[in-house]
């Protein structure tokens, strides 16, 4: 395949998390919109690793890949204890550093 489709399939990828992130009231599927434009970015990586013929992109994914666990293990242990204390996961109704 070249370069140019897996360039469209992150763009795609990419706009669909986007568009996730902005129409999303729900913090999990917030969460989920910044995953799909996280793994956008890791194709990106990894295309051009291979068309380049150079390992750092690969190595570089995979270290943003556990990144991201960590990241997504920490979101959603913030989302459970803000559901806990509001009993809501709607951001809109999220105003805890409001004084």
Known sequence: M???????????LFAIGLFGVITRRNTVGILLGIELMLNAVNINLVAFARFNGDPVGMIF??????????EVAVGLALVILIFRIRRTAIADHLD???G
């Open 2 to 12: 070249p370069l140019q489709a897996y360039l469209t399939l992150a763009a795609v």
């Open 61 to 70: 994914t995979v270290f943003t890949i556990s990144i991201t666990v960590a």
């Open 96 to 98: 805890l550093l409001k």
